[in-house]
């Protein structure tokens, strides 16, 4: 059975950091075609119940390139669902969303998006700065894919759809290959000790550690983990 990947931590809690990659191969190139790209493809449909109310729920993968027809609905969410030190904002959302190698799903009602799931390799230039990433000892070694955020409208919350789309993004993600086309063996990825995504995860077995910093409304700790994706 596959270990989670994690580097051993000091005697002091600091966690040591591995040298950056020299580059991200062929991704640079890749990015200036993604951009022109855009577009979507619909995944699945899915009938839900909210108050009585029946709802269809469209998932979508979107194509690289597709930031600008996305954007609005993506940072409304991300307002609605994190607090302003989580939140990404618009460069790195940009980068995420123009990155050939993401996996970026979104879930729609009545043409609207009210759900999202997006990341990439773990050596993405977008991702290297957040906490844990470097220190992963699968860094550098391009089998590990990063889950950067998953978020739903609040007003619809409680109807499956956030593990939806972790369930359709993780099969995408056990069939693909990042910039080097080795095909991914690990999902990463930071959450909140005790939410819904930190409990999807431990249920699918995936290893914790705690890193710097606390959810600044419930003080649980940050947790980084690792899943290996033999076990989906």
């Known amino acids: ?11 002091t809690g600091s966690v040591g950091e591995t040298a950056k990659p020299d580059a991200f191969p ?3 190139a890749e990015l200036k075609t993604g951009v022109e790209q855009g577009g979507e493809a619909v995944i699945a449909v899915r009938d839900v119940r909210s108050r009585n109310v029946r709802l269809s729920v469209e998932y979508v993968r979107l194509r690289p390139g597709s930031w600008g027809a996305v954007k609005d609905d993506i940072q409304r969410l991300e307002s609605l669902c994190f607090n302003p030190e989580r939140r990404f904002g618009n460069v790195r959302l940009k980068s995420i969303y123009a990155d050939p190698y993401a996996v970026n799903l979104v879930a729609k009602v009545d043409g609207r998006i009210v759900g999202y799931v997006h990341g990439g390799p773990l050596e993405s230039p977008h991702f290297r700065d957040l906490e844990g990433v470097t220190a992963d000892s699968n860094y550098g070694k391009y089998n590990t894919y990063y889950g950067g955020g998953v978020a739903v409208d609040p007003a619809y919350q409680g109807l499956g759809i956030s593990k939806f789309l972790h369930d359709e993004s993780l099969k995408i993600i056990k069939t693909s290959a990042g910039p080097t086309r080795k095909t991914y063996e690990y999902k990463s990825g930071r959450t909140e000790r005790g939410t819904p995504t930190n409990r999807f995860f431990r249920r699918k077995g995936a290893v914790f550690r705690t890193i710097p910093g606390r959810h600044s409304k419930t003080k649980d700790d940050m947790e980084y983990y690792s899943l290996p994706l033999n076990r989906v």
């Open 1 to 11: 059975m596959a270990k989670a990947a994690f580097r051993r931590q000091s005697t």
């Open 26 to 28: 062929a991704v640079d």
